[in-house]
Structure formats: structure tokens, C-alpha cells
């Protein structure tokens, strides 16, 4: 008789598990719609059972539609909230009782058409490309700019690029702003990618860039480590943010190249690859690169500039294949050259 309560009891406690999933179940899918229209937005809301847990690490668990990367990205986007207050940072410990909001922002489907357009060459192999970008030129297709991008380009220059390194950006290592010109590499093979990935991940691939910024620092030489992330207030921007609330460590190491009066020529050497990185950490140090309508904003140099005078100006980095160096060297745009005459002549050099 003990034997048939005992079974009858492990039964109970099945099934109300088996009902609590499928009522948790119920919740996710009444809110979450993982497939959204590309001009609706979907949303999530889901409480916590037990507490000790990463965000991004329960979040992965909750709704196993999406990629932990792509709940990264919401999380820094500022996607998430907990008890009605943006989260971003990944590593946040949850708390029972905890109520987390997931919003699920609108995609715009990307068609990638292949578009003629003249490209500065630096460097090509069947492996790998390396292109001069010019300022203005978006690199990877995004809403308002589907077919003017310079995958469009690598995509009519290029035809195994397609599928390489994502749908949206494929072959794309790295990045530049739309305003920033300079030397940009292209993976022409998944073996390259992967390469190249990991040579700018472990920091063996290093980028040196050009600016000329707002001011004249008292040393010549300096680093910058301060951990960026998006801010906190207008999340259209990145800052220095402190890592406990989303920032990654960034290290901008600087050296001056010219002084310029009350302007001055900067040569930036980048430990790591944060969005806006330069310009944040040239702002932070209240040198802000001139031209920059973001984080120099409210400053004029008097003269008309079509972007920050910021530039990619050399990159090294070892071949995928053969594990031989290669460096090049974009030539300094026109419109930062005549910046630096008009700066000169000012400061009677």
C-alpha cells in the first residue's frame, strides 16, 4: 500500500512539472514572437524561478531561439529590462522574483546586389584584400544603405565573397565608420576569415590610424585605458562606461606626431577594437578629433571637412596562408591634407 501512495505521490509531482513547463511554455510564446514581421517589434515577458544566474547565460536558456550572441547584442543595445529598468550589462546576477522584459526590435531583410564601383586596392591575393576606403562609403549593408555599400562593391569585384563572414558584411574583418577613410582587410576565403579573426582578436594584426584633434596634449607620448560601452543615457552613442555596467576594456595607445598651434596631428595605435573607440577615447582625454559631429560636437576648425579627419593609416597583419607580414599604407586623404596646410599656415609653420 505504501509503495502505491509513494508512486502516486512521484506521479503528482510529474505532472505538476509537466503542467508548469507548458504554463511557462504558454507565457513565452503568448509574448515572444521569435520570427517577427520586419516592420514589428516582438516582446518577452518572463519571470525568475531562481536566483544566481548570469543574464545573458538565463536569458540563452529561457528563449533557445536566439543565439547568445544575439542576446549579447540585445543586452548592449539596450533591449533588456529588469523590474522595469534597462540592463546592460551580460554579467548581471538574477534574483528570484526578478521580472525581465525582452524587446525584440524590427529587421529589415537585406538584399545583397552586386554593385560596380571603383576600389583604392592596397593589397590583393586569391586569399585576402585589402581596400583604401573612402569617407562616406557605408561598409556593410544597413536600412537606408542596401545597395551603396562597400559589400555592394566587394560583391561585384568578388564573386566567392558571398556567404563569407555573415550574410549582411561578407568577408569583412573589421570595421570603419562611414566617416573614417583608411586601409580595410577583406577575407576572400572562409580559411582567411577565420585567420584574420583571430589575428585581430589575439592582437597580432595592428592598426594605425591619423587624426587631428581639438587641442595640444601636455605629453607627447600616452595610453589610453578606459572601458567603452554604449551610453547610458543616448544609446545611439558609445562613452566610457564602467565595465560593472557594460563597458569592455579598451586601450588606445597615442603619440604626437605634429603640433599644430592649437590643433595637433596624433598618431593612434589600437590595442583593441571597440566601436567608436578613437573617438570616444580622444574625447574622453578632451582632445576631440576634429570634425567629428558626434563626440566634437560644437566645434568648429573652419573648414569645410566631409567627415572627422580620422584615418586608417597603416595596417599590419600576417598572411592567412603562407604566415608571411604584410603592411600597407592608405595614402591621408585630400581633405585631411588641406586640413593640415590650412593648421600650419594658422600656426605660421
Not at 514572437?33 to 545573458?56: I, Y
Not at 584584400?129 to 561598409?139: A, C, D, R, S
Not at 566617416?179 to 597580432?204: E, M, V
Request: net charge positive; aromatic share 4%.
Amino acid at each position: 500500500m505504501s509503495n502505491i501512495r509513494s508512486k502516486i505521490r512521484a506521479s503528482t509531482r510529474i505532472s505538476n512539472r509537466i503542467a508548469k513547463f507548458f504554463l511557462i511554455r504558454s507565457i513565452i510564446l503568448k509574448f515572444v514572437n521569435l520570427t517577427p514581421d520586419a516592420h514589428l517589434s516582438s516582446a518577452a515577458q518572463l519571470a525568475v524561478l531562481n536566483s544566481g544566474e548570469r543574464l545573458d547565460r538565463w536569458l540563452a536558456d529561457q528563449i533557445s531561439d536566439l543565439s547568445r550572441s544575439r542576446i549579447q547584442k540585445l543586452i548592449e543595445q539596450g533591449q533588456i529590462q529588469i523590474n522595469q529598468q534597462v540592463c546592460t550589462s551580460r554579467k548581471q546576477i538574477m534574483q528570484a522574483g526578478d521580472q525581465v522584459q525582452v524587446t525584440i526590435p524590427p529587421v529589415e531583410s537585406l538584399d545583397l546586389v552586386p554593385v560596380a564601383m571603383p576600389l583604392d586596392i592596397l593589397y590583393e591575393d586569391d586569399q585576402l584584400l585589402i581596400v583604401n576606403k573612402p569617407v562616406g562609403l557605408v561598409v556593410h549593408p544597413a536600412p537606408g544603405h542596401q545597395h551603396d555599400t562597400l559589400v555592394n562593391a566587394l560583391l561585384a569585384h568578388c564573386e566567392d565573397l558571398a556567404g563569407i563572414g555573415g550574410v549582411e558584411r561578407p568577408g569583412i574583418v573589421h570595421r570603419l565608420d562611414k566617416d573614417t577613410s583608411g586601409a580595410l582587410a577583406i577575407a576572400k576565403t572562409d580559411r582567411a576569415h577565420q585567420n584574420l579573426q583571430a589575428q585581430f582578436k589575439t592582437k597580432t594584426a595592428r592598426r594605425v590610424y591619423l587624426a587631428v584633434v581639438y587641442g595640444a596634449p601636455a605629453t607627447a607620448i600616452g595610453t589610453v585605458d578606459a572601458p567603452v560601452g554604449r551610453h547610458l543615457i543616448d544609446r545611439k552613442k558609445m562613452a566610457v562606461v564602467p565595465e560593472a555596467k557594460g563597458g569592455r576594456r579598451a586601450v588606445t595607445h597615442w603619440q604626437v606626431a605634429e603640433r599644430l598651434g592649437n590643433y595637433s596631428l596624433i598618431r593612434f595605435e589600437l590595442e583593441t577594437g571597440r566601436t567608436h573607440q578613437i573617438r570616444v577615447h580622444s574625447a574622453h582625454i578632451n582632445h576631440p578629433v576634429v570634425g567629428d559631429p558626434v563626440y566634437g560636437a560644437g566645434r568648429s576648425v573652419g573648414v569645410n571637412l566631409p567627415g572627422q579627419a580620422l584615418h586608417a593609416w597603416k595596417l599590419r597583419l600576417q598572411h592567412p596562408v603562407t604566415d608571411l607580414p604584410i603592411e600597407v599604407t592608405a595614402p591621408i586623404p585630400a581633405h585631411i591634407l588641406t586640413l593640415l596646410e590650412v593648421l600650419r599656415r594658422r600656426a605660421g609653420l
